[in-house]
């Protein structure tokens, strides 16, 4: 095969043989192409031109490739299907037919968020979703990395430029067991109170606990801190086995609550009300199923907060 083939063949070259092999005669092929005959010879010249070899003969028959016409056939194909490959890769890049979309959320969030999911994926059934769960730090690292489309938290790094899309109220209460001597109150708990109460609490770092700090700072208090961990779940099934009080989201303990096994104390200040958002970074570039995906959470995500 001649020097500078596969440098300087092109594929209106390789089409024009592919068309005379299957119409027989040049002149069916430049109707197939919708070329003249004078084209699809030259493209044929061309390209036997860089093979250095025949590659179709003309039969009684009608035109036939030679063995070296069939191999150059053979890239044909092989081209042909790398482009469709291409092409529906681009198309799924592109959301047209399917994509991919990287979301993280913090703990707190994975009461709701995977409903979202579950929402938008029968809408977009070819988009496939990725979920991260981790705690404030994790996520906020993870959307400083780019290593994520969308994250779901309350507040953004204070570092990066972001883009927020308000999903809704994010309510915070103290809860204590049901048989607790302050879940019978009728009157407010007054403040003072919680002082001499035990904290079962999330991690330092956390966002609740962060919040918790505030309140309390706010209030010139200082809880007794029990026990620290990492879980909601955990902390909820140490509230209700009696090991103490939490200040907690509100969303985490809604089955607890609705069931009694948990009871929101009535505290002045609380709940104390923060937001959710859907949060990108400004200079990452959302390909369309992001792109989707964030409006679908703006738009329609408050709907899948707990009630």
Known sequence: MARHFSRDLTIRQLRALAAVQQAGSVTSAAGRLHLTQPAV??????????????LIQRTGDGMVLTDAGRSVLALT???EAALLD????LDMIAGRSGGRVSIGAVSTA????PFAIAAFSRRFPKIDVSLRIGNREDIREALRGYDLDIAIMGRPPEDLQVEMRLLGKHPHVIIAASDHPLAARRKPVALAELAGEVFITREVGSGTRMLMQGFFQKNDLQPTIGMEMDSNETIKQAVIAGLGIAFISQHTVSHELADRRLVALKVPGLPLIRQWHAIRRADKVLLPPAEAMLDFLGKEGARYLPG
């Open 77 to 79: 194909e092989r081209v």
């Open 110 to 113: 994975k009461y709701f968020v």
């Open 41 to 54: 010879t030259l493209q044929i010249r061309n390209l036997q031109e860089l093979a250095g070899l025949p």
């Open 86 to 89: 291409c092409e529906q890769t």
